[in-house]
């Protein structure tokens, strides 16, 4: 029992390329969430499936794309990376509504030169 | 939109005094959760608040929501440098999207 997978765990790109950023749970959860991380703000939420078949936008989605492949894939991808986007991006999982628990995945962190 | 502020940013104790930090936001919420993100780490859930006035507490820690539902603390009793770590807040209007706190950092000091 894994929880909460996440692949890469380091990357750096240059301005302009793409990328996906690949999250998994095998905790049979409902609702995914992609979130990240700058010194000082706190997390945001980019975007978040609440079951599977549904996308729904969250405080930053500018300039990202998910997908909720299955119950147990969720997505982010860049398609053209800005040096702004140079972060820490946690993927997220919990049960469903009233579920308490997010688990986290031990996070990505993205270098956009 | 939603905004959840937290203070203070930063703390620094002398191991065996207390900690607390604040969370507010500009609208009422339906629950709040607090996690603990070590350096280097990820987020970690520690509790979830759903009443107004719920206190909840797990050995040195007690949570406090506020009547209003707008506000809420944690506090430490004698910390230990084991609490090294940053606290959030993260609260919940709609029912599935969270807004977190910025954070505060705790540094314990032998």
């Known amino acids: 029992n894994a929880g909460v997978t996440q692949t890469p765990k380091f990357q750096v790109l240059k301005t302009g390329q793409s990328m996906t950023l ?11 969430y992609w979130y990240r991380q700058d010194p000082g703000m706190g997390l945001r939420l980019i975007y978040y499936s609440a079951s599977e078949g549904t ?14 492949l299955n119950k147990r894939e969720f997505s982010l991808r ?28 031990p996070g990505t962190r993205l270098l956009v030169l | 939109g939603q905004q959840v502020m937290q ?26 959760q607090w996690y603990k ?19 909840k507490k797990q050995k040195r820690l007690t949570f406090q929501f506020g009547e209003a ?3 809420s603390s944690l506090h430490i009793t004698a910390t230990q440098t084991t609490d090294v ?5 993260a609260g ?15 540094t314990v000091i032998p």
């Not at chain 1, 997220?92 to 009233?98: I, Q, W, Y």
């Not at chain 2, 203070?7 to 709040?32: A, K, M, R, W």
């Open chain 2, 37 to 55: 993100q070590r350096p280097g780490g990820h987020p970690v859930f520690l509790i979830q608040l759903v009443k107004s006035g719920e206190v």
């Open chain 2, 69 to 71: 539902k707008k506000n």
């Open chain 1, 78 to 105: 860049l398609e053209s990376a800005a040096p702004s986007q140079t972060s820490v991006y946690f993927c997220a999982s919990r049960g469903g509504r009233g579920t308490e628990t997010q688990y986290f995945g």
């Open chain 2, 7 to 32: 203070i203070p940013q930063y703390q620094h104790v002398q191991e065996g005094e207390d900690f607390t930090t604040y969370c507010n936001s500009s609208t009422t919420l339906s629950n709040i």
């Open chain 1, 22 to 32: 690949q999250c998994a749970q095998d905790m049979n959860h409902n609702s995914m």
């Open chain 2, 92 to 106: 919940d209007s709609t029912g599935n999207q969270f807004y977190f706190g910025t954070g505060t950092s705790l």
């Open chain 1, 55 to 68: 996308t729904d936008k969250g405080e930053v989605p500018n300039g990202y794309n998910v997908s909720r």
């Open chain 2, 85 to 89: 770590g940053t606290y959030f807040c």
